[in-house]
């Protein structure tokens, strides 16, 4: 015989696993797979990948550059002078650098040097022909 009305919702009242099945089903994460994320590479993967979810790393990371900085040799800076190339000052060669000024070769004119850093070596070489090393910004 036909059912006139359909029930709105099923209700286990009374029944002891609720339709799980046996009473041993549903105990742990075993029988649901695992925890959390488990199996994602397994046997949850196509379910996954069906649902549109995105499973591991993707694209690429950029390669961290390191900036450079400019550097000239205190013997560099001599020859500029010698050839003429820098400005007087006070009697004073002036060289402007926006980089770091390193102390190989030698100095025997009186130079200002305004550069962003040096190195010791540098720095005292200038100091002993007579010239001056500014630090700049």
Known sequence: MPKRYKKKKLK???KRTQGGGDVKNRRGAGNRGGKGRAGIWKH???????AGIKVGKHG???EK???QIETINVGEIERY???GELKKENNMYVFDFRGKVLGSGTVSLPI???A????KKAEKKVADAGGKAEKIE
């Open 12 to 14: 286990y009242r009374g």
């Open 44 to 50: 949850r993967f196509s379910s996954l990948t069906s």
């Open 112 to 114: 200002i040097v305004r």
């Open 65 to 67: 550059i390191k900036k």
């Open 60 to 62: 690429f990371s950029r």
């Open 81 to 83: 002078a010698v050839a």
């Open 116 to 119: 962003k850093c040096f190195s």
